[in-house]
């Protein structure tokens, strides 16, 4: 099977998957899938990055992170922030201290800031899809990221030649980049206007500012592989590389329109 046709079995299946945790799930099976996704995304971060003893990250990781799911309503989102960057803090200290260098601590940081992120998609994705309307605006957001990166990738492909960030992914062009603009606009909008009778003006506010942060993110770990030379994050999924090389537009794209829309609802 030729990379192309592994890439579309593979988008269907994830397709298919998304739909039925996003629709067909109730409240904990989601949060558990939510959670599971978000560790193995850790595993594949801690592999890629190749830190020592990233067990002990993991688990400093799970052990809080499963405590705060079943109890999201009395324990601050915090817990699960704070608790696991603490002690990473401290076992870097106490594994590294006799062998430390500029280039593990830079890794060290890298897995601080992308576990961050995956903590807080994490939480937003449980929170929200338990809020009246919650499914379905995040059914926009996502389905908004999915068309800005094949409306990038066909766009770029077509007529891309003016480089967009080429020392970080030299592969991206400002044309695929306005492409996926507008094409994630769309789709994001309208998804919101139809399904959720959205305000236009807020509508396309929030869908421009969800693909724009979406290719901050993707940009963002396009120069973490790029620091750790790898070309994917893993192995996972056949044609796409990894976990996180499919959702890191939505790590920080989620979080922020999901944020917004509530100050503005």
Same mark, same amino acid.
């Given at each position: ?49 190749? $830190?020592?003893? +990233? !067990? /002990? ?5 799970? &052990?809080?992170?499963? #405590?705060?799911?079943? @109890? ?65 605006? $995040?059914?926009? +957001? !996502? /389905? ?5 990166? &094949?409306?990038?990738? #066909?766009?770029?492909? @077509? ?107």
């Amino acid at each position: 099977m030729n990379e192309l046709n592994k890439r579309i079995l593979t988008a269907i299946v994830l397709a298919a998957g998304a739909i039925y945790w996003m629709f067909y799930t109730d409240k904990d099976l989601f949060n558990i899938i939510t959670l599971v996704v978000g560790i193995l995304a850790v595993i594949e971060l801690f592999a890629m990055i190749q $830190l020592p003893s +990233a !067990i /002990l990250y993991i688990v400093t990781l799970a &052990i809080p992170s499963l #405590f705060w799911l079943w @109890s999201p309503e009395t324990i601050p989102v915090i817990f699960p922030l704070l608790v696991p960057s603490i002690f990473w803090m401290v076992i870097y200290v106490v594994v590294m201290r006799h062998n430390s260098s500029a280039e593990v601590f830079t890794r060290f940081v890298y897995a601080q800031w992308m576990t961050m992120l995956l903590m807080l998609f994490c939480y937003t994705l449980i929170t929200t899809h338990a809020l009246t309307h919650g499914v379905v605006f $995040l059914s926009g +957001a !996502i /389905l908004g990221v999915w068309a800005a990166d &094949i409306g990038a990738y #066909f766009v770029g492909k @077509s007529f891309g030649k003016t480089k967009l960030c080429p020392s970080i992914s030299p592969g991206k062009s400002i044309e695929g980049f306005l492409g996926g603009l507008v094409l994630g606009t769309l789709v994001a909008a309208s998804f919101w206007l139809n399904m959720l009778g959205m305000d236009m003006t807020k509508a396309i506010i929030l869908a421009v500012v969800l693909v724009l942060v979406s290719v901050a993110g993707d940009l963002g770990e396009s120069a973490l592989k790029r620091a750790v030379g790898v070309k994917d994050s893993g192995k996972t999924l056949p044609g796409h590389g990894g976990i996180l090389d499919r959702i890191d537009a939505l790590l920080p794209s989620i979080p922020v329109v999901a944020m917004l829309w509530l100050s503005i609802a």
